[in-house]
């Protein structure tokens, strides 16, 4: 059990600091990579999640869920994970992504002063709406989640039991898959699809003394904390029903 929080642990750190740290590349004044736009976001997400499986997998962590509702999804599906274990790993993955995020404001630290706008710079810690919304904010994080476990469960279900798919591939896979979910469904809400990723974050930047930040907007933080969980239900359910 240690070895599997400790490689949940590690991979949400490079989780972030991949993650995060494009965003704050692309968004933070006199960065390199200031308006690179939304396509190297997702690109950059979907090689942070990449990474972050090798390390978690390298380190212990078999099954490199990275977020609390993939875990919960696998739970539900039976045979992957005991009750006891929930707690101990989702943890792990919550104190990677809150580590991770301090990496991050330390690696862009001569940047949030330059940066006047405190919106922007939340927006490297967590998720915000397009268009604040909470039905269809919600609505939007339930739907990315739940493609995103079955599009797990795809990658790792019965095609490779037939060998089509090696799982030496998987992470590879995966990495394509939340760029795709970013590309496709992350207009909405920035695509947290992901507890962790975002309420961890989400408290390093009300804890941080980041020059020129504003509030953490916790009135709408429980929105990409729930709507993963919901949705990761929901996307586990429907791929047991094709089972």
Not at 221 to 229: E, K, L, M, N, T
Request: glycine residues 14%.
């Amino acid at each position: 059990m240690e070895d599997i929080a400790l490689g949940e642990f590690l991979g949400c750190i490079f989780l972030m600091v991949f993650g995060g740290g494009v965003v704050a590349n692309c968004v933070l004044e006199k960065s390199k990579g200031l308006n690179a736009g939304w396509l190297a976001i997702a690109i950059g997400w979907g090689f942070a999640v990449m990474g972050a499986v090798f390390v978690a997998k390298s380190t212990g962590s078999i099954q490199a869920d990275l977020n609390p509702a993939v875990t919960l999804a696998k739970y539900l599906l039976g045979g992957i994970y005991e009750f006891s274990q929930i707690i101990p790993i989702i943890l792990a993955q919550f104190f990677g992504c809150f580590v991770g995020a301090i990496i991050v404001w330390l690696a862009y630290f001569s940047h949030w002063k330059e940066t006047k706008d405190p919106a922007t710079i939340l927006a490297v810690f967590s998720t915000g709406p397009a268009i604040r919304n909470s039905a269809t904010n919600f609505l939007n994080e339930v739907i990315g989640t739940c493609v995103l476990v079955f599009g797990i469960g795809a990658i790792f279900g019965k095609a490779t039991n037939n060998g089509e798919i090696s799982p030496a591939m998987g992470p590879y896979f995966v990495g394509l898959l939340v760029w795709a979910v970013v590309l496709s469904l992350g207009g909405v809400t920035g695509c947290a699809i992901n507890p962790a990723r975002d309420l961890a974050p989400r408290l390093a930047h009300a804890l941080l003394p980041i020059a020129g930040k504003g509030k953490s907007d916790w009135s709408y933080a429980w929105i990409p904390v729930f709507g993963p969980v919901v949705g990761g239900i929901v996307g586990a359910l429907l791929w047991r029903a094709f089972l």
